[in-house]
């Protein structure tokens, strides 16, 4: 059976993109309709040093770019971890 490798730097940018773009939406529709993802912004506030989770233009800006850097870091460990995983059952099968 042939098994596929993930690309770490690709699933690093696609992560990224996706946990930045999901911070960046919830603090945009924050900033129209005060107390919308009020919980998520809060938890996000409560992990990332430096951001608030106030209804500004700043604190989305923080916030999405926390979300991007986490993203990454958080899809490039994701993918390292199953190419390693996959290299230990390929000598094990």
């Given at each position: 059976?042939?098994?596929?490798?993930?690309?770490?730097?690709?699933?690093?940018?696609?992560?990224?993109?996706?946990?930045?773009?999901?911070?960046?939406?919830?603090?945009?529709?924050?900033?129209?309709?005060?107390?919308y993802g009020a919980m998520f912004l809060?938890?996000?506030?409560?992990?990332?040093?430096?951001?608030?989770?106030?209804?500004?233009?700043?604190?989305?800006?923080?916030?999405?770019?926390?979300?991007?850097?986490?993203?990454?870091?958080?899809?490039?460990?994701?993918?390292?971890?199953?190419?390693?995983?996959?290299?230990?059952?390929?000598?094990?099968?």
């Amino acid at each position: 059976m042939e098994t596929q490798k993930l690309s770490v730097k690709a699933f690093a940018k696609a992560s990224a993109i996706v946990w930045g773009g999901a911070v960046l939406m919830v603090g945009v529709i924050n900033l129209f309709r005060p107390g919308y993802g009020a919980m998520f912004l809060n938890m996000i506030s409560s992990v990332y040093p430096g951001y608030h989770a106030d209804p500004s233009i700043g604190s989305v800006i923080v916030g999405t770019l926390y979300g991007l850097v986490d993203g990454a870091v958080g899809g490039a460990l994701f993918a390292w971890i199953y190419n390693a995983c996959l290299r230990c059952c390929q000598k094990q099968g």
